[in-house]
Every structure is written in C-alpha cells, then in structure tokens.
Nanobody, 125 residues
C-alpha cells in the first residue's frame, strides 16, 4: 500500500511563497510520475504540475507557469512544490498524486491512483 503525506501548507499574504512537500512510501517511487493538483471550494480538482519519474521532465498549468516549481528527490521518496508570487486565486487544498502506471507521464487526474490527504493553502489579499 502506498501512502502519500503532504505538508507545508498555511496562510500567506499575496506575493508570498510556500513550499509544499509530499512524502511517499514504497520502494518503487522512482518509477512513477508524480503530480500536484489542487481543489478550491465549489470547484473540481485541477492539475497544477507534474514531474517525470527521473525528474528530467516537468509541466505546469498555465495559471502557475513561471511561479511554481516542482521537484523530486528519489533517494528520499519526496516531491516538492515551490510556490512563489502567490495570489488569492491559488487558495485551495493541494494534493500530491502518484500515476497509476510506471513510466507513464500525464496530467490527467484519472490516471492517478494514490492521493495524499491534502494540505490547505490560503492566500490573503
């Protein structure tokens, strides 16, 4: 059973920064793409960022491109999301997810089978 545990959320003023972390269990962590998604109240879960199993490839939603950076440390089974220049529109619960198949790179949430419990990010204006 794979467990994902997010941390690092909180309350921050507009223009501020946060760094989210996701700790994953399992010995095959390095074979899976990992993604960050978010869900605001009354809205569907949306893609934020994805990183490939090796960390060589990354992609971002247009709304966060240039402000957010996803990274991973396979030796520690960790994924990170550095969020800069935050604005109130970034307020949401942030989830990390693991793709359903090894060596499969996609930002479609339906292709992810394990999720963390989420961490709340609130950006005040």
């Amino acid at each position: 059973q794979v467990q994902l545990i997010e941390s690092g959320g909180g309350l921050v003023q507009a223009g501020g920064s946060l760094r989210l972390s996701c700790a994953a269990s399992g010995r095959t962590f390095g074979a899976y793409a990992m993604g960050w998604f978010r869900q605001a109240p009354g809205k569907e879960r949306e893609f934020v960022a994805i990183i490939s199993w090796s960390g060589e490839n990354t992609d971002y939603a247009d709304s966060v491109k240039g402000r957010f950076t996803i990274s991973r440390d396979n030796a520690k089974n960790m994924v990170y999301l550095q969020m800069n220049s935050l604005n109130p529109g970034d307020t949401a619960v942030y989830y990390c997810g693991r793709s359903r198949r090894v060596y499969y790179y996609t930002g479609e949430s339906s292709a992810y089978d394990y999720w963390g419990q989420g961490t709340q990010v609130t950006v005040s204006s």
